[in-house]
């Protein structure tokens, strides 16, 4: 056989090139056509710097939902619920456990303290009827990793040693969640699948690691034996929960028509990468931690709902630029107006927004609005990745006149005094993204719906 110059043509190895004939076959041309996913997640987000009250929201959202995942973060999240006057109290089950007809799904993202997972079932078993069962509709990936004791003790220690070396420490909840996910990302940290696999296998490999934070850390208290015989019995009553994630969300999303609902934990300036960086959680809390989080083709994201209070509150440290405007509630909890550049994560991450504890604001006889950053007079285009920068900024307000009535009553729009609306409305023009439900108070029933 000769090719175009004549030449005969050989293969890699020398050897001639022999022309096979074809048989042919129609190609199937309904595999080049581009689908519309059959089912799309719903996706539920904080838009600040967390307890913008997602539980409720996804609460809200998961009555009538077939699936609800949680995809990123750990037990350092809460999530609060009220239903029948009883408050449940989450930070690593799904809020929508409480849907009984629901599956709830813990996914390959989030990092699980095995003993905080099965004591918050049992607290909140013990409060009400609403967890009853729930063994028997949760699934959690075999791909999830493990955060073990000595995680949240080293947790401590660098918090410590922050403060001793720096003088300021990184706010941590001490739960263990950054040294596990340093862990998944040295690729010597241990999985779901290994704790229910072989149990002699994943005891050699648990010593290693308990061994590498010794190095590291040699005034860690580790009980390995101890925590081993706990892991072995936890081993037990974890195996008929665990499933393949991956294949559990693919028969999800491609199967029979369902409602699938992500809840996502922390917030957008808590996220790893677009946060206060280096003030911030260990996982990417905005809408890219639910494709890597749950094994979620982008395509396959439908409508996400960014949550913002209608205030300001930060727990822990990192800057704060209008801090002290408002009083300080609590200990920790440090307390601020409502930032506009501070919510530009809602444009890329939220097409809907949830605006909740809008009844906070009901005693207050003016509302400021911060509206753009400052930097030696200077306005700033966005909002700045460096915190050295963040913590000189200077913030221009927009004051609007408060309502000082209440509106915990209030059930649609209309009935919100008219004061209320034009700050709904002025947040929607500020941000250009549509305001869905406003919350003004604790339970699902007063979410008022707007559209």
Same mark, same amino acid.
């Given at each position: *056989? ?9 293969? &890699? ?12 076959v ?13 089912n ?5 987000l ?10 409720? @929201? ?9 699936i ?42 989030? @990092? ?13 078993? !013990? ?38 070396q ?7 909840t ?16 241990? #999985?779901?699948?290994?704790?229910v ?21 040699? !005034? ?31 028969k999800?999303l ?31 809390c ?7 989080g749950?094994g979620?083709?982008?395509s ?32 920790? &909890? =440090? ?33 400021? @609005? ?7 007079g ?25 309502? =000082? ?19 709904? #409305? ?20 007063? *979410?008022?719906?707007?559209?």
């Amino acid at each position: *056989m000769a090719n175009r110059n004549g030449q005969e043509s050989v293969s &890699l190895n020398g050897e001639p090139v022999v022309k096979r004939p074809r048989d042919s076959v129609e190609p199937d041309l309904s595999l080049r056509a581009l689908k519309e996913p059959q089912n799309k997640v719903t996706v539920v987000l904080g838009a600040q710097w967390g307890d913008e009250g997602k539980g409720k @929201v996804v609460d809200l959202l998961a009555m009538d939902a077939d699936i609800v995942c949680r995809c990123q973060g750990g037990n350092n999240a809460g999530h609060t619920v009220v239903v029948d006057s009883v408050e449940y109290d989450f930070h690593l089950l799904p809020s929508g456990v409480l849907n009984k007809k629901a599956t709830s799904f813990i996914g390959n993202g989030v @990092v699980i303290h095995l003993p905080g997972l099965f004591e918050e079932a049992e607290k909140n078993l !013990n409060k009400g009827k609403g967890l009853q069962g729930w063994e028997e509709r949760l699934k959690i990936s075999d791909r999830a990793h493990i955060v073990f004791n000595f995680h949240q003790a080293v947790d401590g220690i660098q918090e410590q040693q922050r403060q001793q070396q720096e003088g300021k420490n990184l706010g941590t909840t001490k739960k263990g969640i950054g040294p596990a996910y340093s862990s998944k990302a040295a690729r010597n940290g241990l #999985r779901v699948c290994d704790l229910v696999s072989d149990f002699k296998v994943f005891e050699d490999k648990f010593r290693m690691l308990a061994e590498h934070f010794l190095t590291m850390y040699p !005034n860690l208290n580790v009980d390995v034996d101890g925590e081993l015989k706990q892991l072995k019995e936890f081993a037990e009553r974890l195996r008929p929960l665990v499933t393949d994630g991956v294949y559990f969300m693919h028969k999800a999303l491609t199967g029979p028509s369902k409602k699938i609902l992500v809840e996502g934990a922390n917030a957008a300036l808590l996220d790893i990468d677009f946060g206060t960086y280096p003030f911030v959680t260990s996982s990417n809390c905005t809408v890219g931690g639910v494709c890597t989080g749950l094994g979620v083709p982008p395509s396959y994201v439908g409508r996400v709902y960014g949550v913002v209070k209608a205030y300001t509150t930060r727990v822990g440290v990192g800057a704060f630029p209008t801090e002290n405007k408002m009083v300080k509630s609590f200990n920790l &909890l =440090r307390t601020m107006w409502l930032v506009g550049p501070d919510l530009g994560s809602i444009r890329p991450h939220g097409q809907r927004i949830a605006l909740t504890k809008l009844d906070i604001l009901d005693t207050l006889p003016e509302i400021k @609005v911060g509206v753009a950053y400052k930097v030696d007079g200077e306005p700033l285009p966005s909002f700045p990745a460096n915190m050295d920068v963040l913590t000189r900024v200077s913030v221009d307000y927009q004051t609007l006149p408060g309502w =000082r009535c209440s509106t915990e009553s209030a059930r649609s729009f209309e009935e919100l005094p008219s004061q209320a609306q034009n700050y709904i #409305r002025f947040i929607e023009d500020f941000l250009q993204v549509p305001v869905k439900w406003v919350g003004v108070g604790k339970s699902r029933e007063s *979410m008022i719906k707007l559209f």
